[in-house]
């Protein structure tokens, strides 16, 4: 059975012929060029399903312009500019909190304190500027049942008046955050303890603030 040949009649008046057997193939009749909307013989550009995107006016940012090349150094930032990384030189000193110290030095004192006795300096005067923030604490009583106070070296006392068994005690974990201490000395003041009935053992850890 023949293919039929189809005939196309343009808007010059030329005569186009469609072979079925290759329809991309298009030829001129009668005078002048075939249309530019039915010529689809330049297949390198014109293949069905295939884009030109030279032709199209594609905004990317700054850089190559491939699709799916996108400019990070505007993105992140500065630092190494390597997705994943983390330029650490921006994350605060403290931990969230309601301020970020300058913490000069951070260390640990003994507590021994004498039975019935006042004023007894657990840190000393730190200097102008400088506050003691306390951090974490541990006592434990000895000989008999007593009373603890913390103060400062004005006798502004820093908790009440705290009752403990003999070789009883207490302890306030320690603190993971440099900006929230338990307790915050007055500035340029020492850390001062008065004691019950009791002797008193243990340990606590402080910093050195400039304020």
């Known amino acids: 059975m023949p293919v039929p040949v189809i005939k196309v009649h343009s808007a010059d008046g030329t005569i186009q012929t469609i ?20 010529n689809v013989t330049d297949r390198a550009a014109r293949d069905l399903g295939k884009v030109d995107i030279a032709a199209f006016d594609v905004s990317l940012p ?23 990384d983390v330029d650490v030189l921006s994350v605060p000193g ?12 951070y260390a640990s004192a003994v507590v021994d304190l004498a039975a019935s006795t006042a004023n007894q300096v657990l840190v000393a005067t730190p200097g102008a500027n400088k506050q003691i923030w306390v951090y974490g604490l541990f006592m434990m009583a000895d000989t008999a049942a007593g009373t603890v106070v913390l103060q400062d070296e004005d ?22 955050n440099f900006a929230m201490p338990w307790l915050k000395v007055a500035t340029n003041k020492a850390l001062e303890a008065d004691t019950g009935a009791c002797t008193v053992d243990g340990v606590l850890t402080y910093a050195i603030v400039s304020v």
Request: glycine share 16%; proline share 8%.
């Open 94 to 105: 403290a931990l969230q909190g309601p301020g970020n110290p300058t913490v000069d030095s």
């Open 62 to 84: 700054a850089g190559t312009n491939n699709i799916g090349d996108v400019d990070i150094a505007s993105a992140l930032p500065a630092g190494t500019n390597n997705i994943g």
């Open 19 to 38: 072979d079925n057997d290759n329809p991309l193939a298009v030829t001129t009749v009668a005078g002048g060029a075939v249309p530019a909307d039915v």
């Open 155 to 176: 006798d502004t006392a820093l908790t009440g008046t705290m009752a403990v068994s003999d070789e009883g005690g207490w302890v306030w974990p320690m603190s993971g």
